[in-house]
């Protein structure tokens, strides 16, 4: 079983769609999660922390549901420079010696708006 | 605004090389780490380093990788041998004491040949 589940994509939308991202974990012991935004080639890069009362920032919003072991992310009014694969993170976070575990990737959904 | 730093961008080398691949950390951060992410696949963890020692290790960092903190500011990763499967982007990355999120580095683009 896969630790981190993502949406397969690619989504190709236009400019102004809503977008949503959905993404499922295997590890009940996760206890934080991100949204990295990673450019072709480029290094991942944070987007958001995920939040279990759900957070929002600007056009992006991200959920979670620890009991379904689901974190979503809702991009509103898409931009060209939307354009990304968006990974879904979690850390495991260890129980000894302030460990701050290692962060388990999803593969990532690419995203392409178009004009 | 700080940001981690990686040398060289790109490296190619030969089967059974030994190749160092280096990382400045953001200065007041103390966890380090190694991801490696093969073309087409998953950002994948290798290794986490505080305190001078190794904090946790996947089954990909056998006894071909190794890590080092040589000084107070650069963070290696050492492949003893290299296998034509060790080509793949090398990201660093490293986080401050309490926060979680971890910054990575533009990452080292490896091709063993």
């Known amino acids: 079983r896969k630790e981190v589940e993502q949406d397969p994509g690619p989504f190709n939308v236009p400019e102004g769609a809503t977008v949503a991202f959905n993404c499922t974990y295997s590890?009940?012991?996760?206890?934080?999660f991100f949204w990295y935004r990673q450019d072709c080639r480029k290094e991942p890069k944070l987007l958001m922390s995920?939040?279990?009362s759900g957070n929002e920032d600007g056009r992006f919003t991200a959920q979670l549901n620890r009991a379904s072991q689901y974190i979503s992310l809702l991009i509103r009014d898409s931009k060209l420079s939307d354009s990304a694969t968006y990974l879904c993170?979690?850390?495991?976070?260890?129980?000894?010696?302030?460990?701050?575990?290692?962060?388990?990737f999803g593969k990532g959904t690419k995203l392409s708006v178009k004009p | 605004e700080p940001e981690v730093t990686q040398t060289p961008s790109h490296q190619v080398t030969q089967m059974g090389q030994e190749v160092i691949l280096r990382c400045v950390p953001i200065?007041?951060?103390?966890?380090f780490y190694w991801y490696r992410q093969i073309l087409g696949q998953k950002v994948e963890f290798l290794v986490s380093?505080?305190?001078?020692?190794?904090?946790?290790k996947s089954e990909i960092f056998d006894d071909q990788f190794s890590v080092e903190r040589p000084d107070g500011s650069n963070f290696t990763l050492k492949i003893r041998s290299t296998k034509l499967e060790d080509s793949a982007m090398y990201f660093c990355?490293?986080?401050?004491?309490?926060?979680?999120?971890?910054?990575f580095g533009p990452g080292t683009r490896l091709l063993v040949l």
């Open positions: 990355a490293s986080t401050e004491l309490v926060q979680e999120t971890q910054y």
């Open positions: 590890n009940s012991a996760s206890q934080s």
């Open positions: 995920v939040y279990s």
């Open positions: 993170v979690v850390n495991i976070r260890m129980n000894y010696g302030g460990s701050q575990g290692n962060l388990i």
């Open positions: 200065s007041n951060h103390l966890y």
């Open positions: 380093f505080y305190n001078n020692e190794i904090s946790e």
